[in-house]
């Protein structure tokens, strides 16, 4: 080394270290990498995309590479300037101690930690244009990196641990997307990262969550006269009536009204008879449904609305797509001016709110941003009467989930109106 220039070992010097920060930035940006963004690339026509796919699809090939590589650089870069220090210095132990340390610090610093930041903090930057120096490097040292592999991999055996694909196949599950979408950030609309929440919650929340209660279903009565009949058909909201005989347990069966307001033009005499031939057999769901599994069966029986009754037949209530529909990208449409008007609520300038007892607790929770529990009861009405064992008197109040409830109103066994107080 005494007849090779000292500028020229210098160089030398400078080009391995960049050489190994060069190693070192592309293993940590490779490994930092969010490879569903670079599947994404890739499929849109990305050659770095894809070049990179590669190599994290043989990643023991990728990290033999850079490894050997590193370990030969670092070497070669102890040697080099053990050397210019003996040149300098003279050949003694105090020198050679210098020299060890001197190049460990200026490894450190220059081509391991300051590299592996940069790579972490800048990963895809990084990474895709690496990739297609790493590439042709492997393909050229396969031999070199299947020696080395030999070994690793008996190592690997010896101990039990399993390698392959079937490891590196990263599938995230409901709880790891839905957090992906919760980190989203700007990249994502707040819109469209509501709609992506409430697909996840699809299986969690069952038809009983978003029904209309039997309490507030519209239905007809063909126990009653015609005229009344004919009356309650021009007056009512929707499209679709439930059909009963006396009470609303003894279904009929399910009325289109534009069906049935054709035949108040004609000139005969109605009877119930004639409603009665225009009724459609009920859909009948289960409470505990959950809202994915009852869309596909609306889907596959090409059914619009549901009844939902208990183990014992007992209407509980109705369920429309439209319901399902709105839990998934919010509310769109009213079946009625004083629905739209009742789920119009929200904490007024004193932080109170007045509900009627049969609001949904999820309405609620939604909309006042509470914690009210929702396993068990439905409405305001059930969760006070849960807590309290008993039909209470108007002016009780209690505590319950950070939210003092008022009862405003008792009637018929049942709590009509609650007054919300927000605490802090």
Known sequence: MNSVPLWVQLLALVILTCTSAFFSISETAL???????????????????KTTLWLLEHTDRMLSLILIANTLINALVTALVTSIAIAAFGNNEEVLTIATAVVAFFLIVFAEITPKVIGATYPERIALPASMVIKPLILMGRPVIWFVNLFVRGILKLT?????SEMRDQRLSPEELRSMVLEGGNF??????SILLNLFDLE????????TPRAQIESLNLSVPVDEIKHQLTTCYHNKLLVHEGEVNKIAGILHVRKAMALLNQEDELTVDHFRALLTQPYFIPPETDLFTQLQYFQENQERLGVIVDEYGEVQGLVTLDDIIEEMVGEFTTSTPSASRADQFGWDKQGECLL???????DVNKRLN?????????TLNGLLLEELQDIPEASVSLKIADCVIEIVQVQEQAIKMVKLYRVG
């Open 31 to 49: 490994m930092a990498l969010n490879r569903h963004r670079v599947k994404h690339l890739a499929r849109r026509g990305s050659r770095l995309a």
């Open 160 to 164: 039990r641990i399993r390698t392959g």
């Open 188 to 193: 994502i609309p707040v819109k469209h990262k």
């Open 204 to 211: 969690r929340v069952t038809v009983e969550d978003v029904m």
């Open 356 to 362: 009627e007892g049969t609001t949904s607790l999820r």
């Open 370 to 378: 509470l914690n009210l529990p929702i396993d068990g009861p439905k």
